[in-house]
């Protein structure tokens, strides 16, 4: 091991800097779908089916949550840049899918492979930036990588958006999404570097103990990392909800393309940036306090948006929801960080990811099903409802010494 090695932010900006940059492209494969895609679902294949069109969202949660967790588990073994790469050769075919799919199920294949790059390509840069900055700047770094990541999803959703309305769903909003994938290879191949190093280093000092099953403890048994990890998968199931709803609800009250855009794009870019000022808030206040107000704030925001028809109101709502997610975001990665052993940080991240992703397909499927059973107000409701009772969860179980 290198003896020049050093934990920080300050001490490995360059290299930090570019994993952010890197992460904003891999946001931006995100943002390219964000808003049209039940247009694309309506008016290039003629469905009208709710949980037929978020069936796209649920494969995607499905495979992100599959690959989040080997990735995880094979970080120490291949290396994260390895699995970076991997990522990103995934992504360069999905723009040309949707944009000569000749039926649903190749969108749908397209998304199956965006899943697995997302899981890769988010969840090696997340590691990466823990691995680089140490113990004392986790949450800041973490508010700077989901930062970078979902401001670029905003500004994606918003030109996918625009470009639609002016040139039509296809193919143009898809030809962003192929520079994206060709510019994060290209950066990730000439000049990442992989940080394995620097996780040995800072075990040499590590005391957190070692879990017995990092599957069963991140998941079940261990009350820090379990909290976070039930707020985790109800955040992503309304996010899931989010994307594949309320293009519908703004498309029923008569907003145009650049209006849906804009609303959409709201959530994620006050989501983050404001993670810019999150991330660095977790390192010094607590962390349990920021959960549950974070869920308890998305968990309001949801609900409001069933009740207004009005461009302005349904536009702050957006940013309120963006708010509390900023809230939790990072906020769940430096806790995950927090509770465990740097050698077992990938796999519980990966773990806690598995499960946080696959809140999109649960949450594709259920307010899929209840939209197309009782109407899209009744799923938003009962999406509000479960948000709110996460929140419940985090100031109950979690416990109050993690700061």
């Known amino acids: ?230 707020a985790g998968v109800i955040n992503n199931m309304n996010d899931g909800m989010i994307w594949g709803l309320l293009p519908i609800v703004l498309l029923s009250l008569k907003f145009n393309n650049e209006h849906i855009g804009i609303i959409a794009a709201i959530y994620p870019t006050v989501w983050g940036i404001g993670q810019l000022f999150t991330g660095k808030m977790s390192d010094s206040f607590s962390k349990k306090a920021m959960l549950f107000w974070g869920m308890l704030i998305q968990g309001i925001a949801i609900v409001l948006i069933s009740l207004s028809d009005n461009f302005y109101v349904l536009s702050t709502i957006s940013a309120i929801l963006g708010i509390g997610t900023a809230l939790v975001y990072p906020t769940f990665l430096s806790t995950i960080a927090q509770a465990t052993n740097s050698k077992q940080r990938a796999e519980c991240i990966g773990t806690f990811r598995l499960w946080r992703d696959l809140g999109y397909a649960f949450g594709a499927i259920l307010s899929g099903v209840t939209a197309d059973l009782f109407g899209v107000e009744n799923a938003i409701l009962l999406i509000g409802g479960l948000t709110i009772s996460s929140s419940v969860v985090i100031k109950f179980r979690m416990p109050k010494e993690i700061n």
């Open 1 to 230: 091991m290198p003896d020049n090695i050093k934990l920080g932010l300050k001490e490995n900006w360059k290299q930090f800097t570019l994993l952010a940059i890197v992460n904003a492209f891999v946001g931006g494969m995100i943002g390219m779908e964000r808003t049209i895609f039940p247009q694309l679902a309506e008016l290039e294949f003629g469905i009208t089916s709710k949980t037929a069109i978020l069936s796209f969202i649920t494969v995607f949660g499905l495979t992100k949550a599959g690959a989040n967790y080997f990735t995880g588990r094979l970080a120490n073994k291949f290396g994260r840049k390895n699995l970076l790469l991997v990522g990103w050769l995934i992504a360069i075919p999905i723009p040309f899918i949707l944009i000569y799919a000749p039926s649903w199920n190749w969108v749908v294949l397209a998304n199956i492979l965006l899943g697995i790059n997302q899981g890769l390509t988010w969840s090696s840069t997340v590691v990466m930036k823990i691995d680089l900055v140490g113990e004392k700047e986790r949450g800041f770094a973490m508010g700077l990588n989901e930062f970078a990541g979902y401001l670029a999803v905003g500004l994606v959703a918003f030109l996918t958006g625009f470009i639609a309305s002016e040139y039509g769903i296809t193919p143009y909003p898809f030809y962003l999404g192929i520079l994206i994938s060709i510019i994060g290879f290209v950066m990730t191949a000439l000049w990442v570097k992989d940080t394995r190093g620097f996780v040995n280093k800072e075990s040499e000092n590590d005391s957190t103990p070692l879990l017995n099953n990092v599957f069963l403890e991140t998941t079940l048994k261990n009350k820090t990392l379990s909290s976070v990890t039930q």
